[in-house]
Structures are given as structure tokens and as C-alpha cells.
């Protein structure tokens, strides 16, 4: 990356550059963990940084053009921007991007001047500004940039030079802010950027392209270290969101983000901006914005399980499930069951299931929405960095999923869960449910009570597989109007159905398949069947338990529980109003039964 001093700086210089800047900061993540207190003790910063790192060099190409290659390196950090430091630095990059003129190179003063210029976007995007951390170190290197703005010009030798200011700005954060005075640590988002500046540094001294490999940046996962200081959380969900052609100012916007929570950072512009903040309402918070924009993409990461994951774990075995799991709340909690949701569209606007759309407001949106909403695969992404953190702290890993047949989520997760098995050398195991749903449930809730019993984690999995064959769900929906309108059921037959009163009960085979187990004139009649065939294929066998399901209609789930407690003698496990990625094609007011047998 020689440059002399006569030469631009191009887009070469700048991709190798950046480049060797994001290895170093991949190799040096576990120590960025590991120093990580402020703003929240979550011991992830380096881990957020590395993958916001990742997006740039999985999505971008060395173009000649400098313009061209800041603006793509700042497209994808801030598309794939995660956590506090990774927006903040996904927005420096913005602002150098929008304040670098239009040329295939630039002069060292032209970039000092951009650096310069990049500093108020990122004290813009914060709604609370605090000094001691990366913000003051950025600000201080383009204050020795700008001061060497005019008497020298040669790029490599001021750069070089710039260390010194770097790591004396570094160092004084230990005693700008108290939590990092308790522990003498220094800020961990400003060390990042420091090990980006000096990956950057020692590219340029070796001078030789040839000796970058991308190879090397290939070969090193997201890491999670097991150092934690415990404190209380006062905002459980770390969220982000893209959102593009905003309806209201960045002002308004971050002013609706304060109200709901702390942390909040807003980068970009109002074409496409990406939003942080820590909140324990998601679902209440994208509700408000709704009408603001076009929400593209979320991110919502659980800080307290994050937190239990790694000081308060009360098992060796990790437990994964998808949000098509219909479990109470409170039984995820105490098993501590890591839930990835499955992505969920209403037109352009993307939401998580049962994270940042609730089955209120679910509902609400289906009856005034003109789209019919579309589900999303979780993709393998989500899965490897899920695995590389538990991987990280627990001896074993058991992820069941929704049927194979209805989704590519199953699929995804076997792809991370061998990438991630072989890395680490730990076993993850993934298992195709052949279900979803309540039927789900009781295969993850019966998991997560074996080991909570200590049972040996291949005894676990010979039992999952048994009980596969004799979990049952029984679906009884009022309507078919929306399974007419996701598709799963034709136009043609949907209004024969309807003419004659018809209204289906829906199972599952032992393929995974859904298909229909009967048909009524109502869905009292539906139930009234459902209940017979429950009583006929209890006798003789064990019930080990089972959950009550709604979409929507609390008051024939309570009659559905008192029912099946005087055809069992048991109280149901859960009763749940099921999952919206569910409901959304059974209905709103279906009620549904789900079982597992010991036999």
C-alpha cells in the first residue's frame, strides 16, 4: 500500500488497506470481549465489530475508484452493522463517504479533510454523546490529521505517525469514565478502531499485497470469551433495524428511540438509516415506527440470555428452537432455550416473529393489511453466529426445528451447525421436528427437561427421535379465508368449502406434511372430533402432556384446557396464542391441540 508523495490515494489502496485493518481486528476480538464494560457488560463488542467487518469483506470487491470503494465499504458496514460499536463505526464510514469528492483518487489532504468532516455524522447519530470512548479517539486522530493537514504531505509517514496520538487518546479513556476507572481498562470500541488503524500501519510498512491473504480473516469465527463481571440489565434486547426512505427527520426518530430505551444510535441518512438502541419492548417500539419508513431488516439480540449464557448457565447442554416453537414465556426462560425467530414480511416492512411483532398487533396488521405476509428461512448467518457463541460456552449444543417440509430453517442450521462443530470440536446436533407449533414444544420442553434431569446428551437426542413418532397436533380453524389467502388452500375449493360450511381440521403426517385429518360444519364440531380422536388414541398409551394453542381466542382455548383436563386429568403444559408465522394460515380464532406420548 506504498504511497508516495506525490501519488492519490486510490481505491486499491484503500480496499488493501481496510482489509488488513479487519483482519487485525478479527484476530484480535477476544481480547476486545474481554475488556468490554461500557455502555452495557455484555462482553461483545469485539465479536459485534468482527461481524460488522465481515459484511464489508463478504460483500465488497477492490475497485480503482476511491469514491466508489469508500461508498460500497460504508453501504455494507452500515447493511451489516451489529451492536453499539459496530453502528457507530459503520457510521464514520458513512460520513467519509459523503464527504469524499467525486474522484478515482485523492490527495492526503482531501482525505484528512473527509476524516475531518466524518466526525459531526457520528456525534450527530448518537443520542447521547459520551466522550472516553471511540468517539474521542476518532476525533482526536483527524484532529492530528487536519493539524497535518499542510505541512506534510505524504500519507504513509503521517499515518505512521498518527499511532502515537492514537495510543495516548486509547489510554486516557481508562480515566474519562468511571466504569472503565474500576477496572483500568480502556474503552474496548476505542481499542477496535485503534487495532484497525494499526493493521492499517503495518500493511503499509510491509508494503506487499502479495502477503494479504483473505485467507487468513476466512479462518477466524466470531469468538465469545468467558470473562463477566455481573450487573443488572435495566434494557433486555440489544435492537437494530434498517430503515429506508424515512417519513419523519432523524430528530423525530431519535427522539420516538429515547422514549423506548438508551444506547440509541441512528446512522446514515434518511434514504437508509440504521437504528441501535437497547429497549425491552421491540415489538411495542417497530409498532410505533411502522408508519415511518420501510423497515427492511431487524436484529434482536436477548442481552440477558446473552449474560446467562455466560456466567449464570445452569446446564453444560445448550438448548436452540425456532420461534415456530409454541412455548409459554415463562418455560423458555427458566430452561433458558436460545429461540431464533423466523423472519416475517408484511409487504416491504420485515419483522422477527414473536421478538418485534407480537400476536396483537400481529392480528391488527393481518385484518387491515392489503399483503398477505410472507415468512423468511432463518439464514445460515444467524445460525453460525447463535452456535459460535454458545460453542464458546457450553460443552454440547441440541437445535430442533420446525419441519423440514414447511422451511429451509432446518437446512441452514445443519450447514452452521457442521461449520461450527468442526471449528470448535463440540457437538451440535440438529433435528428435523417433523412439526411445529405446540407439537414442537413438547419435543424442545421434554429436551430441556432431560437435561435438566443430567441425562447424557446421546441419550437425549435417541429420545428426541423416538418421541418424533408420537407427537400430535390437532388444528381446528373458524375459517379458510386466510388459508385462501396464503395459498394454502385454492381459490376454487376454498369457495366450494365456504359455500357448504366446510371448515378443515389439520394434522400432520410422519413425513412432516400437513394434511387434513377431517372435516365439519363449524369449528365447535371440529373441536367436538378432535376431542373423540383424543380419547380414542389415549387408550392404552401414556400422555406425557400437552399444550393448548389459539390464534387469537383466549375464551375457546379456556374451554379447550377445561376439556382436555377432563379427558386426561392433566393441566396442559402451556396455553399458548400460537405463533404468528403459524397463524397467519390457520387463522385468527383457530384452536388447536398438540400432544406427546411417553408410548
Not at 182 to 209: E, H, L, M, P, R
Not at 239 to 252: P, Q, S, Y
Not at 288 to 300: D, H
Not at 556 to 572: Q, V, Y
Amino acid at each position: 500500500m506504498s504511497v508516495s508523495q506525490e501519488e492519490l490515494i486510490n481505491g486499491k489502496h484503500l480496499y488493501y488497506g481496510f482489509i488488513a485493518g479487519s483482519i487485525r481486528v478479527l484476530e484480535n476480538q477476544a481480547e476486545l470481549n474481554r475488556i468490554n464494560v461500557f455502555p452495557v457488560n455484555d462482553k461483545d463488542t469485539g465479536t459485534n465489530l468482527a461481524s460488522t467487518i465481515r459484511a464489508v469483506i463478504d460483500n465488497i470487491k477492490s475497485n480503482k475508484s476511491y469514491k466508489t470503494t469508500i461508498e460500497n465499504i460504508a453501504d455494507a458496514a452500515l447493511i451489516g452493522a451489529r451492536g453499539n460499536s459496530g453502528v457507530i463505526f459503520a457510521q464514520f464510514l458513512y460520513g467519509l463517504s459523503k464527504e469524499t469528492t467525486n474522484k478515482k483518487g485523492i490527495t492526503f489532504s482531501e482525505f484528512a479533510e473527509s476524516v475531518k468532516k466524518a466526525i459531526p455524522y457520528i456525534y450527530d447519530a448518537i443520542g447521547n454523546p459520551i466522550e472516553g470512548t471511540m468517539l474521542t479517539v476518532i476525533r482526536e486522530w483527524s484532529d492530528f490529521l487536519s493539524r497535518n493537514n499542510k505541512s506534510i504531505h505524504h500519507f504513509n509517514k503521517v499515518i505512521i505517525d498518527s499511532f502515537e496520538v492514537l495510543e495516548k487518546s486509547l489510554a486516557d479513556t481508562t480515566f474519562k469514565l468511571k466504569e472503565l476507572r474500576k477496572t483500568g481498562f480502556v474503552d474496548s470500541g476505542a481499542k477496535g478502531f485503534v487495532v484497525f488503524i494499526q493493521g492499517i500501519i503495518d500493511f503499509i510498512k510491509i508494503s506487499n499485497i502479495r502477503k494479504l491473504s483473505l485467507e487468513k480473516s476466512e479462518e477466524i469465527s466470531l469468538i465469545h470469551t468467558e470473562n463477566f463481571v455481573e450487573e443488572d440489565i435495566t434494557y433486555r434486547f440489544c435492537t437494530e433495524a434498517i430503515i429506508k426512505n424515512l417519513k419523519i427527520d432523524i430528530k423525530e426518530l431519535k427522539q420516538i428511540l429515547s422514549e423506548k430505551g438508551d444506547s440509541v444510535v441512528v446512522a446514515g441518512s434518511e434514504k437508509t438509516c440504521r437504528i441501535h438502541i437497547h429497549t425491552n419492548e421491540p415489538a411495542i417500539l417497530f409498532n410505533n415506527l411502522k408508519e415511518a419508513g420501510t423497515i427492511s431488516f431487524q436484529k434482536v439480540d436477548d442481552m440477558l440470555r446473552q449474560h446467562q449464557v455466560v456466567s449464570n448457565r445452569k446446564w453444560n447442554i445448550a438448548l436452540v428452537t425456532d420461534s415456530t416453537c409454541d412455548l409459554s414465556q415463562e418455560l423458555i426462560d427458566y430452561y433458558q432455550i436460545n429461540v431464533l425467530p423466523i423472519n416475517l414480511n408484511f409487504g416491504e416492512n420485515h419483522y422477527l416473529d414473536k421478538v418485534t411483532i407480537q400476536p396483537d398487533q400481529f392480528y391488527d396488521l393481518l385484518e387491515s393489511s392489503k399483503e398477505f405476509p410472507k415468512t423468511a428461512q432463518i439464514n445460515e448467518r444467524a445460525f453460525t453466529n447463535m452456535y459460535s457463541h454458545l460453542a464458546s460456552h457450553y460443552d454440547a449444543i441440541i437445535s430442533i426445528h420446525l419441519t423440514s417440509k414447511f422451511s429451509g430453517t432446518y437446512s441452514n442450521s445443519l450447514k452452521a451447525a457442521k461449520r461450527i462443530s468442526n471449528e470448535f470440536n463440540k457437538p451440535v446436533y440438529t433435528i428435523d421436528s417433523k412439526n411445529l407449533s405446540g407439537a414442537l414444544g413438547l419435543l424442545v420442553l421434554k429436551t430441556a427437561e432431560s437435561i435438566d434431569q443430567g441425562k447424557s446428551v446421546k441419550n437425549i437426542i435417541s429420545s428426541v427421535e423416538k418421541d418424533i413418532a408420537n407427537t400430535k397436533i390437532y388444528v381446528g380453524v373458524r375459517d379458510l379465508k386466510f388459508m385462501i389467502k396464503g395459498g394454502r388452500v385454492s381459490k376454487p375449493a376454498g369457495f366450494i368449502a365456504n359455500a357448504l360450511g366446510l371448515t378443515p381440521i389439520i394434522t400432520m403426517d410422519k413425513n412432516g406434511k400437513s394434511s387434513l385429518f377431517g372435516k365439519t360444519f363449524s369449528q365447535k364440531a371440529s373441536l367436538n372430533k378432535i376431542y373423540k380422536h383424543i380419547e380414542q388414541l389415549s387408550l392404552g398409551k401414556t400422555l406425557w402432556n400437552y399444550i393448548v394453542l389459539h390464534a387469537h381466542n383466549p375464551d375457546e382455548a379456556e374451554k379447550a384446557e377445561k376439556k382436555m383436563i377432563e379427558i386426561s386429568g392433566k393441566t396442559p403444559r402451556s396455553v399458548v396464542d400460537i405463533s404468528p408465522v403459524i397463524g397467519m394460515h390457520a387463522g385468527i380464532g383457530t384452536v388447536a391441540i398438540s400432544l406427546l406420548y411417553d408410548n
